[in-house]
């Protein structure tokens, strides 16, 4: 049963996913890990009473904390009144405008929303999110972090996003406690991936999940002449005739930056050329 649906503690469902965190080492280690800091702005998502908006708030970011159950607000904006850091906003997640300059967020998610929120925070190309500290289900974290992913919607976000675990944590951790483990995902920029290689992965990726008992060689094949894609696949360690479908999302991701590279080098000779 997800984790949002019912709680050991509680019979009654719980539809707004609230799963209040008590144990401050669980917070202490977000926000630690998240980096945040004077001059970084932090968005977070599912405030509640602010478990994690007070530690944030001490580092000196500017803290949005977003939250829809007007009980909550009020007692948020009482809490945080006259502390500049913080503004309290009543919204729900999944629609409330997102910054345009460069933002992390700091969450313990409502889990029933994790996936229409990474989608939301992760899908658009020119998304301004640097990096991300979320209390996920662990089943949806090892989800999210399998190096082979099930969908061709998680492998576009690894591939620009590291998503990573920093670890398990109990259901004694929060009030009321659910019934699976949590887990901390760690979602970050891969400040190294071009634009051009971007979208060479994006495309590399579609054909993959499109067809993906394909031979690897030939979905290559399809960017790059023959002998190209088999010394491509070689030299990342892949047997060309693999089905593409078993390839991992990083070395998809390394034979794009191959392939923007070809693409510079071919530019650059046409340059030099018409000179
Ligand atoms: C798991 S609790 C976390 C609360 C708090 N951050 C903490 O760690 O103690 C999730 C919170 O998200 C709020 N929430 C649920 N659905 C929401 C939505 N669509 N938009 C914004 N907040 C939502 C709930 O009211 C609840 O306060």
Redesign the pocket.
């Known amino acids: 049963m997800p984790r949002h649906a019912r709680t050991h503690s509680h019979s009654r469902p719980n539809h707004?996913?609230?799963?209040?965190?008590r144990d401050p080492a669980v917070s202490a280690r977000m926000v630690r890990s998240s980096g945040a800091g004077p001059g970084d702005l932090v968005v977070e998502?599912?405030?509640?009473?602010g478990?994690?908006t007070v530690p944030l708030a001490a580092t000196g970011a500017r803290v949005i904390a977003?939250?829809?159950?007007p009980r909550?607000v009020a007692k948020l904006q009482r809490r945080f009144d006259g502390v500049g850091e913080v503004r309290v906003v009543e919204a729900?997640?999944?629609t409330v405008m997102l910054p345009r300059r460069p933002y992390a967020v700091v969450?313990?998610?409502?889990y029933a929303?994790s996936t229409a929120l990474l989608r939301r925070l992760l899908d658009p190309e020119t998304t301004s999110i640097s990096r991300a500290d979320l209390l996920v289900e662990w089943g949806f974290a090892k989800r999210m972090t399998d190096p082979n992913p099930r969908d061709l919607e998680v492998a576009w976000w690894q591939a620009r996003f590291e998503l990573s675990i920093a670890g398990r944590v109990r259901p004694g951790s929060f009030r009321p406690a659910p019934s699976v483990d949590s887990a901390h995902l760690v979602v970050r920029r891969r400040t190294s991936v071009t634009r051009a290689q971007t979208r060479l992965a994006r495309r590399l990726l579609q054909d993959a999940y499109r067809s993906p008992r394909r031979p690897a060689r030939e979905v290559l094949g399809a960017h790059v002449p023959k002998k190209r894609a088999h010394r491509l696949l070689t030299s990342t360690g892949i047997d060309p005739p693999a089905a593409a479908g078993t390839i991992p999302v990083t070395t998809w991701l390394t034979l794009a930056g191959e392939l923007s590279a070809d693409a510079a080098g071919a530019g650059r000779t046409a340059r030099a050329r018409g000179a």
Do not use: K
């Open positions: 707004a996913g609230i799963h209040l965190l998502l599912g405030a509640g009473l478990a994690l977003v939250e829809r159950d909550f729900d997640a999944r969450a313990n998610i409502p929303i």
